[in-house]
């Protein structure tokens, strides 16, 4: 099995295993409290330390939470990774109408403290803007930041699907370097690679978290003209590069961008992580890469 090493995220930290188990699906996964802490154990196992996971993510913070209780010393081998800032779908209609973003100072502090008593831990590894609110006054923002690692509550904070500028107004009021900028990689979606966000994250040596690097499953059953010449490719590619699986054919070109991203994992079956692990021992030749880029684009390069 391929060892799955502890990369940094950025010059100031933090260190995090090069695949990361997100934790997004989990209600689905169907398991009770012991499946949940036997999953995390094997892939503790494998090397992936990091987790994913977000206060709009259901009741997924609550199944996570519960599996560490049962073994509350797994925390010290982990890095926990949350998410803040989607006032999800309305509870009840007097509570609020619509879905919507909130990073006030406020709305900040409360998601952390709710998030770390889900999580049944008392800090985060790090704690990220989910999505850029168009309402974000980055002085707010940065405030609660820095009362969160004063506390100790986060150790490192990120955002997630942030433009570069987004990123870079909240950089310019922060004292410590921001961590990641967690967005969609995958064959099926290049926009980040193509919108200047991936040239900003290696510009300032920050690794981008890749998020649905499989695109969410659909890549293996949807049947759009896009995805039957990528799923041509990719069996093309499996056979060439001697690989067991398409997905980890993605993966690899996924981990290839020099970027340097730390690849999300989304599925709940163990081998199915273990096809991801064994990804990490391949390799893509540019060529191979961008067969990736034609068969997605669907015509040459210019
Ligand atoms: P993904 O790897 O693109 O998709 C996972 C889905 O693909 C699962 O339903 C999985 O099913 C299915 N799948 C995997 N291999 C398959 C195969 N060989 N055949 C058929 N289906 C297959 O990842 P994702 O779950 O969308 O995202 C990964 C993580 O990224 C999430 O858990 C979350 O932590 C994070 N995320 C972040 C954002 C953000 O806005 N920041 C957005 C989305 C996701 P099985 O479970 O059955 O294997």
């Not at 995220?9 to 802490?37: C, K």
């Not at 519960?66 to 073994?71: F, P, Q, S, T, Y």
């Not at 909240?170 to 995958?186: A, K």
């Not at 020099?258 to 994992?265: R, T």
Request: a negative charge; aromatic letters at 8%.
């Amino acid at each position: 099995m391929s060892e799955v090493k502890k990369v940094l995220m950025s010059p100031q930290g933090p260190s995090f295993s090069e695949l990361i188990q997100g934790y997004w699906r989990l209600a689905s996964w169907e398991m009770t409290a012991q499946q949940r802490l036997s999953f995390l154990s094997e892939h503790i196992e494998l090397g992936i330390t990091t987790v994913d996971n977000a206060a709009i993510y259901g009741n997924s913070e609550v199944l996570f939470g519960e599996a560490l209780k049962l073994n509350p010393s797994i925390r010290n081998e982990i890095e926990i990774v949350s998410k803040f800032g989607i006032n999800g779908i309305p509870s009840s209609p007097e509570e609020r109408r619509v879905s919507h973003y909130d990073s006030s100072k406020e709305a900040i502090l409360t998601s952390a403290e709710n998030s770390l008593k889900r999580l049944n831990t008392d800090y985060l590894d790090a704690l990220l803007v989910h999505r850029p609110d168009f309402l974000m006054d980055a002085d707010q923002v940065a405030d609660a930041f820095s009362e969160l690692k004063q506390s100790g509550k986060v150790k490192h904070f990120g955002v997630s699907n942030f433009t570069t500028s987004q990123f870079d107004l909240l950089q310019s009021r922060l004292d410590f370097s921001l961590m990641t900028n967690q967005v969609e990689i995958n064959p099926v979606n290049l926009v980040v690679l193509e919108d200047g966000t991936t040239d900003q994250l290696q510009q300032y040596r920050v690794r981008p978290m890749a998020w649905s690097c499989l695109a969410g499953g659909r890549i293996f059953f949807d049947n759009t003209e896009q995805m039957q010449r990528l799923r041509k490719t990719l069996i093309e590619l499996m056979v060439e590069m001697d690989a067991t699986s398409i997905e980890q054919v993605i993966f690899a070109w996924v981990l290839k961008h020099p970027s340097n991203p730390v690849a999300l994992i989304g599925s709940g079956k163990i081998s199915r992580v273990k096809q991801a692990v064994e990804a990490l021992s391949l390799s893509m030749t540019t060529e191979q890469w961008y067969r990736i880029w034609v068969a997605s684009k669907g015509c040459p390069v210019p």
